[in-house]
């Protein structure tokens, strides 16, 4: 079965501080893998797409890195700032899109 | 407008009563997909559509769910006798053509069936 698990659950952080959401998968076969951030009340908004071959992408201060042999991926999220506090979902593509739950990221002042 | 909308943005249903959603895709994007995104979780995919034709159509939950895009433009996602378990947010997408695509996503429908 296509599955999709993210972790945390859930993270709460300081203004200015680094973390790293984690993202596994089972999809087979795989296209591309994106991240997603949804704000509160509004539809998801991609932060970057990876195909096999690519390890890395970035997008400011957002860095995705993908292993395809251990189907893992990860999002950076560089000195953060309280707008960054969202849902932050990854997909994974293959016949069809598989959505993970989401990590719920609180950036505090 | 340049990207997708969808109204309305909030609807409240007595149970049993019949609701539709619709979706304006960004013009010109031959995909549209619609999800269903409980509290708290991902979107779940109901259906596929490309241009008018609805090829995939295995996420939806019941036959109370019906979908079209009879022009292969605006989609209207129709539920039936609504249940209390088909409160969620209703989110529509579009993309150029196909899955490979990027996909922008509408701000969605909140349902809520009282």
């Known amino acids: 079965k296509n599955q999709v698990e993210q972790s945390p659950q859930s993270l709460i952080i300081l203004e200015g501080k680094n973390c790293t959401l984690q993202c596994n998968y089972t999809v087979s076969p795989f296209s591309n893998l994106r991240w997603y951030k949804q704000d509160t009340g509004r539809g998801p908004v991609s932060l970057t797409i990876m195909t096999f071959s690519e390890n890395t992408k970035s997008n400011g201060r957002y860095t995705a890195t993908l292993d395809a042999d251990t189907k893992q991926s990860s999002l950076h999220i560089t000195a953060s700032q309280l707008s960054d506090s969202a849902s932050y979902i990854c997909v994974v593509s293959g016949y069809a899109l598989n959505f993970g739950k989401g990590t719920s990221l609180l950036v505090t002042p | 407008g340049a990207g997708v909308s969808q109204s309305p943005r909030y609807k409240v249903a007595k149970r049993g009563q019949d609701v539709a959603l619709r979706c304006d895709p960004i013009s010109g994007h031959v995909s549209l997909f619609w999800y269903q995104q409980a509290l708290g979780q991902g979107p779940e995919f109901l259906t596929y559509?490309?241009?008018?034709?609805?090829?995939?159509k295995s996420g939806l939950p019941s036959d109370r769910f019906f979908a079209e895009r009879p022009e292969g433009s605006v989609s209207t996602l129709k539920i039936q006798r609504t249940q209390q378990e088909d409160s969620a947010v209703y989110l529509c997408?579009?993309?150029?053509?196909?899955?490979?695509?990027?996909?922008?996503f509408g701000p969605g429908t909140r349902l809520t069936v009282t």
């Open positions: 997408a579009s993309s150029v053509q196909g899955l490979s695509y990027e996909q922008y």
């Open positions: 559509f490309q241009n008018e034709a609805q090829l995939d």
